[in-house]
C-alpha cells in the first residue's frame, strides 16, 4: 500500500513539474468553423475532445486507421472529416486505448478522450458520447492543428 502511494506521488509530482503540454493549435478561425458542426456531403466527422485539467501536462496522440490527426493536451480536441463506414480510433498512451466507431453519411461523432492514472504514464479510455454532450463539450475546447 504505502509503495503504492509513493509511486503515485512521484507521478503526480512529476505532471505538475513538467508544466503545461504544449501543441500546435489551430487557427480562430478554423476553430470555429469546427464548432459550426456541419458535415459534407457523403462524408461524416470525428471530434476526439478532451475537456478537462487532469493530465495537463500530457499530449496524448490521436490516430484514426492508423493515421495521426494530432496530439490532444486538456480542453483541445481533434476534428477529421472521413468517409462513412467504420473506423478506428486509438489514443496512444501507456497503454493504447481503441475504439471502433461505425460512421454514417451526414453525422458528427463525439468522443471523449479521459484521462487516467497509469503505472509510469497517464492513460487513457475512449468514450462514446451523444451529439448534446459531444457539441457541449467541444464548444468548451480549442481546435488542435
Known amino acids: ?11 503526480i509530482s ?10 500546435p493549435m489551430a487557427s480562430i478561425e ?8 456541419s458535415v459534407q456531403k457523403d462524408k ?4 476526439i475532445y478532451r ?16 493515421m495521426a490527426v494530432g ?11 472521413v468517409e462513412p463506414g467504420k473506423h478506428t480510433v486509438v489514443s496512444k498512451t501507456e ?6 466507431i461505425d460512421t454514417k453519411v451526414g453525422n458528427n461523432y463525439f468522443i471523449w478522450q479521459e484521462v487516467k492514472m ?9 468514450h462514446l458520447v451523444n451529439e448534446e454532450e459531444g457539441k457541449k463539450a467541444v464548444r468548451e475546447c480549442k481546435l488542435v492543428k
Open 44 to 47: 461524416a466527422n470525428i471530434y
Open 30 to 37: 478554423n476553430d470555429a468553423k469546427a464548432k459550426e458542426f
Open 71 to 81: 496530439d490532444t493536451a486538456a480542453n483541445t480536441y481533434v476534428f477529421k472529416t
Open 118 to 126: 497509469g503505472v509510469w504514464s497517464a492513460r487513457s479510455k475512449l
Open 14 to 23: 512529476a505532471l505538475f513539474l513538467s508544466g503545461c503540454a504544449s501543441v
Open 51 to 66: 475537456n478537462e485539467s487532469l493530465g495537463f501536462a500530457i499530449k496524448m496522440p490521436v490516430l484514426i486507421d492508423g
Open 95 to 100: 497503454k493504447d486505448e481503441t475504439l471502433t
Open 1 to 11: 500500500m504505502l509503495k503504492k502511494v509513493i509511486v503515485s506521488a512521484a507521478i
